[in-house]
Each structure stands twice: as C-alpha cells, then as structure tokens.
C-alpha cells in the first residue's frame, strides 16, 4: 500500500467513527492537529491526504446524522474548518453548492447568531474568507447577507482572532465586491461609516454632548467602527504596490471624506485614547493619498513629499497641543512604517531613497526624550553642552539643520514638553522601546543619528556620575531605562554595522561601557548589557588604537580592562561571568594576529588560568561552555597556550571532562577545543592514544548528536591530517616530496602513492577512524550525523578510487601505529604518569574489540523499566546531581581492518542515506496521529496528556 493510500483509509476510517453520535473526542488537541496535517500534506507534494469526495461525502453524511442527534462541538468545529480550506477551490465550493452544504451548516448550527462560541465565529468568517478565493464564491456571498453578521460580530466585544479574521473579510468583500457590484461595495461602507457620520452630527449640532466625550461614552460607541477601518486600511496597506487599484480607498478618502470626519472628532476630543484612534486612521489615509497622487504624476518631487509631512504633521501638532506623550511617540514611528510600505512605489519614480527626509523628523521627535534625559541630569541646556564639546555642537548642528521650517514650532513645543515634564523616565523608557520595535523601518542615515543621540546620553550619564558619585542612588530607581539604553545602542551598532566612518561617537562606546561596569552598585542585568556592549565594541574594532590599527594598549580602555574582567568572573551572577566569557573571547581572538599585544592584556592578569577553571568546576552550564569556547580563541596563540598547559595540564582535563561532562552544549564545545589542539599539533604523542579512545566514544556513543557532529569534524581533520604527512598537499599529491624514512626527495607515481595511502588506511584504522566512519554512516539515532558521516567519507572514498586502492592490495603485513604529533608543550614521560581513574583504556596494537567493563546508561534503563519507584533517581544520582560513580569508563577502540572499510564505503552511500530518509519519513507524526485517534475510538480510557 503507498503512502497516499494509506492515510486516504485512515482518514476515511477516522471520518466515519465522528458519524457515531455516541463519539465523544475526548482531547480537541487531537481534532486541531489532525486539520493542520490535512492542510500541510495538501500543500505539500505529493497530496497525500486530500481526497475530494472523501471529504463533500462525509460532510454531507455528517448534516443528515446531526439533525437527529446533539453535535460535539469539537468535531463541529473541526467540519467547518475542512470545509472552509476545501471551499478556497472553485471546484469544490460547486460540488458544495449540489447539496447546500455551507447554508445548512449555518442553518443546522445557527453560526449567525451572536450568542455562539468565539470557536464557532471565527470557524464561520473563515469559510467565508475563503470563498473571496473565486468569482463564484463573490458572486455568492453578495447574493446572501452572511457579511452582515460578520460586520455585526466584529463591531462587538470579540476575541482577536476573530476580528482579525472579519478586518480581512470585510476588507476583501469591499475589493473583490467592488468589481463585480460596485454598488453593493458602496453599501457596505455607507453601513460602516454611518456610525461616525451619525455621532459627529449628533455632536457638533449639540454643544452639550462635549461632556460625553469626556466621559468616553462616544469614544466607547465609535472604538469598534473606528478598529474595522483602520483593519481594513491596514489590510490594504500591506498590499499597496504601483499597479495597486485604489477604488475602495477612494471610497473613504473622497466619497466619505473620512480625513475631514477624523479632524472633526480630533479638534473635540479630550480622550487620549480617543485621540489616538482617530489619529491612526488618518494616517494610512494620508499615505493612500500620497502614493496615488505620485503614481498619478509618475513623479516623487519634493512638492508632494513636503505636502504630505505637513498632512502628518497636522496629526502629530493635534497630538503635541493636547500633551499625549505616548500618542506622539507611537504616531512617529506608524509614520515611519507606512513611508516604507509605499517607499517601493516612490523609488519606482526617483533615483534616490526618497524616505529620508520626513524620517529624520520623526527621528526627531523621537529622540528628544533620550536627549532630555542627559540635559536634566546634567542640568544644563544643549545650547551651554554645544559651547563645552565641539563635536556634539557639530551634531546638534546638523539635527537643526535636517528640520524642515514648517514644523519646527511643533518639535521646539514638543521639546519643551519633554523637557519640563517631571517624569521623564517612562516616556523616554517608552521611546527606547519603539525605537527597537520598529528598528526595521529605519534608513541607515536615521539609525546612525539615533545612536549618536544615544552615546550622548550615555555620556552625560557618566560625566554625572563622577562629577557626582551620590547620584547612584537615584539612577538606580531607573535601572530598567539605563538597561534598555544600553541595549539600544548594541543593537542598532550590530543590526546597522556603524563603524567610525559613520560616527566618530563610535570610538567612546568602549571607554563609556566600561565607566560604566566600574561603579559597583550597578545590578547584574545592567552589567550584562553593558559587558555586551564591550564586546560589539572589540568585535566591531571601535577602540581608537584599533580604528588606527595601532597594536599597542598603552593608554586604552582595554589597558585598564584586565582587573575589572577578573572580578566579573568572580561575579555571583552567572550571566555576568557568561558575558564577561564573551568579551575574553573577543579579545583573545584579536590577539591571534591583528593585535599580539593583547596577549600579554590576558597573560599578565592570570585571566587564561581563571577560564581554564572557570571551564572545568563552573556551577553553570552555560558559562562553562563560554569558557571552552573562549579556550579555543587562546590555545592558538602560543603563549597563551604554555601559560595555560604548564598550570593546568588541559589536555588531560579536557578529555576526562568529554566523559564526565553531564551537559551535551558543553560536551560539544569540549570536543571542538580538542579538535582545535590536535589541529595545532599541541598534544603529546605520549596521550595521542588516549585522545582517540575519547573521540571514538564521543563519535559513536554520545547521546547528543551534536557531540556525535563535531566528534566527526575531529576525525576529518585527523584524516587530513593523516594524508598530509604521506605527502598530500591542498588537497593533491605532488610529483615529488621529499620522504622523512628515507631522508630523500622521492618521487610520487601512482604506485607509490598507492602505498602511502594504503599506509594511510592502516594508521587511520588502528587510529579507530575506519571504525567511527563506518558507525556514523549506519547511526540509528539521528540522520545528521550519518549525512555529516558522508561527507567525510565520499571525498577519502573518491582518492582512494583515484589511486585504485581496493580490498585485494589494501593489507600490510605490520599495521604501522597511529600518527604521533610533535608536540610543542611541554612533554609527558609516559602515558601512566598522568593516569586519570579510567578503567579500559588499552593499547591499540591489541585485537581486542571493547573492554568488558558493564555499560552503566543500559543497566540504569533496565533499572528504571523494572521498578515504579521515583526514588530510584536518588541511587544513581548524588544530592548535588552530580553522577554517583564519577569514574566512567573509557572504552577502547574498535578496529575495523581497511579491507571491511573499503568494502562497506564502496556501498552507494548516498542510496543508504536516502533509504533511511523514507523510513523516517514513512513513519512520520501524522501517520502516528492518524493511529492514536483510530485505537482512541475503541479505547475507554486514554492518557489526557498523550497529545501532541
């Protein structure tokens, strides 16, 4: 049976057990997953799940069977949902209409009265969304009165996903209405503005009713009609192009004058809330305007781009004169929003980015409660900071200079609003936020002015806190502002990628953070976003020594930075030591090569030895694997290395701690710093064995796959690795080389490259490499590793193709031994010397497969499956949660001979890997799905939690 078939009997089984009336589903859970399968296997290829008539049958079996008996309102619902993805097809929404399955539905459950379920109204404006897919359904809809009860639903008090759902509805009613039965479009809208035009009569003609709109009861009767058309204008908004038909729009904007209705109810109203519902409806409105009237002039001149800042403008002063703080703040960045929606429509008819300008001053209003901040601490105007710093006197300049004269009575009112306003912290708090929120509609000129409004504030803030330490105390009550400053200004330098062309303010991010993590009262969420800080800035080179390229710190914040990451990594916080990690990492990264004088930052202040015991005895899983990956930027430089190998004996630890390691985030990093140490030819030849047997059991025994992938990048390398001292260079064997046996140049034929590659495979083999290539491959775990497996594995299997190197002059007499590394450390006399408690570790010339030691993961399962008892844990587990037996055993390598590699590799890997796809794939969630509602039917009792 193939697949398809075999879900189209599941399902009709399952289709049938809802016929029973006395069929109760006893966890929606199942209903909802089964419709999201239905719907992804549709559109997915093949279609293995939809059969028409499967579906039209049932449906219509269901309605005769329902009007005799109580329907569950589960599989109601889940009916209306199929019904809704199938009637999107013309086709089907035909073989519907043979027995009136949508009116009988709504008939048979009353879907348009108001009193039913959220479940049921949302279900029921689905279907009708989905009819809008075709001509049919339009013509349909229009001939019936279901979009009534749509607009009555969504004029109510109703959940989000159904007004959601009707704001789509409506607004694709009106557009799709409108070019069959224009007048059938106009009515709809004449229903939905009737509402404002009705009040604002009633308002103006009456003087006393100005006390209703004080009391909100008008805004309380106009919000739902107000939120359905700023729905449906955002609905149009989303898909505003060049060739967008603005007939409906039009309907509002010059029928209906709904901007002259909205600025009527503006000048009246004393609700903020109010206020900004009128205003944000006015807004797409405008922007409507505004793309036709350029697509109409096939031009964006500077006439129409400065008549529509002063129709936004007009909305934002309205907002400014009444003092709605947050309103202007939200008003600003929905403008930003709707210029880049319509800026593709604008740069068809420009050259240039045409958004810019009306950006900046909105960038402007932004930006002043930042600004203020650094004012009022300061307690000094921008006019007196201008005299006393050049540069910010440069940059107020040029924001001036960008404000266009029409506006600028409303920014300088703006201003001082902000200004005198005693509580300035949460309106800035509330600007900071918006700033992040709709940082995606900023052009890079405007995010750039942004972060330099930002470094100032910063700025004035230390200035003040070392002019005047006591005022700690009062910061610290706005903690979360100064958190989310600092947050700010990391992001827009790494989401804009500001450097010091952009803004010479860059080159003091470095020294402000660091003032700042110096006065010690800070709490740990502001220092973490501060220590982030630190590291954007040398990651970004934004030091002035490093913006010059000079490598010398004499002089630099980061001379001055050792002490201070020496205590943090001492912090309580754990987030504090991982951030802290971070910035290590970055610096021991530029110490590699574009700044070697950092290597002495690290080594002087004993910061190498911390992170090496900060890696191993961490309490926190997190900050141990900061602290691995900061070890593999140190180990490459050299004198980090010795520094740390004499004190610490890492290697050593860093195998046991692969074993041991109870974290797989950890493990996984582990294994990439022992790749790293072995590609730098740091280990002893003396623990070379050692490091094998380790990465052998990392590759094939790990529980976490990602462990098992790197594990396998290790034994990539150690084939390269492996190849390269037979001769192979880049990747090719050159015509001659010269041989370290012989201590001669030789030749390399075909013969003689042979040879070295069969000597390759051998040392590769008693390596355990051929072993893990070969177990990776056929990993039952995860496919992963086995894809991760052939990559490796092709390009070996190709050169030895090359080379003709196959199972008849694969055998040597003696298997040489694995390849010793010279080693640059300091040398181990033997390999008992520095015995770590690992029972099995053996020699590699022995035959033997494994040490018998017990597999203690197999017999704790067993355990486990044997007994009920909870407490079991406590006897396998210390208190601490630390392993009871600590000692584990390191198993020793297989061997597998060359000739059984060559014979397994010569397989068609890529037809195994692809054989292992299909089953997996061939017992996939739905199927199970599909099994666990078929035997919930016959069952009486099922697990309530067994869903997925």
């Not at 009861?217 to 107000?226: A, E, F, H, I, N």
């Not at 800035?428 to 930002?454: E, H, V």
């Not at 860059?506 to 993590?517: E, G, H, K, N, P």
């Not at 009920?868 to 949660?881: A, E, P, R, Y």
Request: charged letters at 20%; a negative charge.
């Amino acid at each position: 049976m193939d697949c398809a078939n075999k879900y189209e009997v599941k399902i009709q089984k399952i289709l049938e057990n809802f016929l029973d009336p006395k069929y109760k589903i006893k966890n929606d859970v199942y209903l909802n997953t089964l419709f999201v399968n239905i719907v992804k296997n549709a559109d997915g290829v093949p279609k293995e799940a939809i059969n028409i008539d499967v579906y039209t049958n049932w449906l219509e079996n269901l309605l005769t069977v329902w009007k005799s008996s109580k329907s569950p309102q589960g599989i109601v619902i889940f009916a209306l949902n199929v019904i809704s993805f199938l009637a999107a097809k013309e086709q089907t929404f035909a073989q519907f209409q043979k027995f009136l399955c949508i009116e009988r539905f709504v008939q048979t459950f009353e879907l348009t009265r108001m009193e039913i379920s959220q479940s049921y109204k949302h279900a029921f404006i689905k279907i009708c969304n989905a009819c809008l897919e075709h001509q049919t359904g339009v013509q349909w809809l229009i001939s019936k009165t279901y979009w009534k009860h749509v607009l009555a639903f969504v004029l109510t008090n109703q959940t989000l996903y159904v007004t959601q759902q009707g704001y789509k509805f409506v607004a694709g009613l009106l557009k799709k209405s409108y070019e069959v039965d224009a007048g059938f479009a106009l009515k709809i809208v004449e229903t939905i503005m009737f509402p404002l035009k009705e009040k604002l009569n009633v308002s103006i003609n009456n003087p006393d009713n100005f006390l209703e709109i004080n009391d909100e009861v008008l805004y309380g009767k106009l919000q739902p009609t107000l939120e359905l058309i700023y729905g449906i204008f955002e609905v149009y908004m989303s898909e505003i192009s060049v060739n967008y038909d603005f007939k409906v729009v039009n309907v509002f904007i010059q029928k209906y004058k709904i901007e002259d209705v909205l600025f009527e109810y503006m000048t009246i109203s004393q609700s903020k809330e109010f206020t900004l519902a009128l205003s944000k409806i006015a807004l797409p409105a405008m922007f409507f305007t505004f793309a036709q009237e350029v697509i109409t002039s096939k031009s964006m001149t500077a006439d129409l781009g400065y008549k529509n800042l002063n129709c936004v403008f007009r909305v934002i002063t309205i907002n400014v004169n009444k003092s709605y703080y947050e309103n202007v703040l939200q008003l600003t960045h929905w403008v930003n929003k709707y210029r880049f929606q319509v800026e593709p429509i604008l740069g068809t008819y420009s050259q240039k980015r045409c958004g810019d300008v009306s950006q900046h001053q909105m960038l402007t209003l932004q930006m002043f409660p930042v600004a203020c901040v650094g004012y009022k601490i300061r307690g000094i105007g921008h006019h007196e900071l201008a005299k006393t710093d050049e540069i910010r006197g440069i940059f107020l300049s040029k924001l001036l200079s960008m404000l266009n004269t029409a506006v600028k009575p409303t920014v300088m009112k703006w201003r001082e609003l902000i200004y005198t306003d005693p509580f300035i912290y949460p309106k800035t708090t509330l600007s900071l936020n918006y700033l992040i929120k709709y940082k995606q509609y900023f052009p890079r000129s405007a995010a750039i002015t942004a972060f330099q409004t930002m470094i100032y504030c910063l700025n004035d803030i230390i200035f003040m806190l070392k002019e005047t330490p006591q005022i700690i105390t009062a910061l610290l009550e706005q903690v979360n502002f100064f958190c989310l400053l600092l947050e700010c200004i990391a992001t827009f330098v790494k989401e804009f990628s500001i450097t010091w062309t952009d803004s010479m303010e860059t080159i003091c991010v470095m020294s402000l953070a660091f003032d700042f993590i110096s006065h010690p009262a800070w709490p740990p969420n502001a220092v973490v976003k501060a220590l982030k800080l630190v590291e954007i800035s040398i990651s970004k080179y934004m030091a002035p020594n490093m913006v010059l390229l000079i490598d010398n710190t004499n002089g630099s914040t980061l001379e001055l930075m050792p002490p201070l990451l020496y205590t943090k990594l001492h912090d309580p916080s754990w987030e504090v030591r991982d951030s802290t990690l971070e910035v290590l990492c970055s610096i021991a990264e530029n110490a590699i090569q574009r700044f070697p004088s950092y290597q002495k930052i690290i080594l002087e202040s004993e910061l190498s030895t911390l992170v090496v015991q900060m890696a191993l005895n961490d309490g926190e899983s997190f900050v141990r694997m900061s602290a691995v990956k900061c070890l593999q930027q140190m180990i490459v430089v050299n004198e980090l290395w010795n520094d740390v190998d004499q004190v610490q004996n890492l290697h050593l630890s860093v195998l046991k701690s692969i074993l041991e390691e109870t974290e797989g985030i950890v493990r996984k990093e582990l294994v990439n710093l022992v790749t790293k140490i072995y590609e730098n030819q740091l280990f002893p030849g003396s623990i070379i064995d050692r490091v094998y047997d380790t990465m052998c059991q990392a590759a094939i025994y790990d529980l976490h796959w990602e462990v098992k992938v790197n594990a396998l990048s290790f034994w990539d390398k150690v084939i390269n690795l492996h190849l390269q001292n037979q001769g192979m260079i880049d990747g090719i064997f050159p015509t001659q080389t010269f041989s370290r046996e012989n201590r001669k140049i030789v030749t390399l034929t075909d013969l003689e490259i042979q040879k070295r590659l069969i000597r390759c495979l051998n040392q590769l083999n008693s390596a355990g490499c051929l072993t893990v290539l070969m177990s990776s491959i056929i990993d039952d775990c995860d496919l992963e590793v086995s894809k991760c497996a052939i990559r490796i594995t092709q390009p070996f299997l190709e050169l030895l193709k090359q080379y003709d190197v196959n199972t008849l002059n694969v055998t040597l007499n003696t298997p040489p031994s694995p390849l010793r590394i010279n080693s640059s450390s300091s040398p181990i006399s033997s390999y008992s010397d520095y015995e770590i408690p690992m029972t099995g570790v053996s020699s590699v010339d022995s035959g033997v497969d494994f040490s018998p030691m017990p597999d203690f993961s197999e017999k704790i399962v067993d355990e486990i499956l044997d007994t009920k008892d909870l407490n079991l844990l406590q006897s396998v587990f210390n208190s601490d949660g630390s392993n009871a037996n600590a000692t584990l055993p390191l198993k020793r390598r297989k061997s597998s001979s060359p000739k059984e590699f060559i014979e397994f590799v010569n397989q068609d890997l890529k037809m195994l890997l692809g054989d292992r796809q299909k089953w997996l794939e061939s017992i996939d969630d739905f199927d199970s799905l599909l099994n666990d509602i078929l035997k919930e039917y016959h069952e009486d009792e099922v697990n309530s939690m067994d869903c997925y």
